[in-house]
């Protein structure tokens, strides 16, 4: 299940940088520090969640 999920986020960042090579991605890739007050900002709004997923929870909760 972990392997799994790591060759998921991978697959999802060679997508985001538009590479089709793990040797391409190494080449373009650009690592971006994202803070918690961002993760927290970037979490719809205003939405009621009847089941939080297990895999996304907030750091208040």
Known sequence: DTIFQMIGG???SMGYC???????LRENA?????????????????VII?????NYKLMSR
């Open 10 to 12: 991978l697959k999802a």
């Open 18 to 24: 538009g590479t089709r090579t793990i040797s391409e």
């Open 30 to 46: 650009q690592f971006i520090k994202i803070t918690s007050a961002t993760v927290q900002e970037n979490h719809p709004h205003n």
């Open 50 to 54: 009847t089941k939080e997923a297990p």
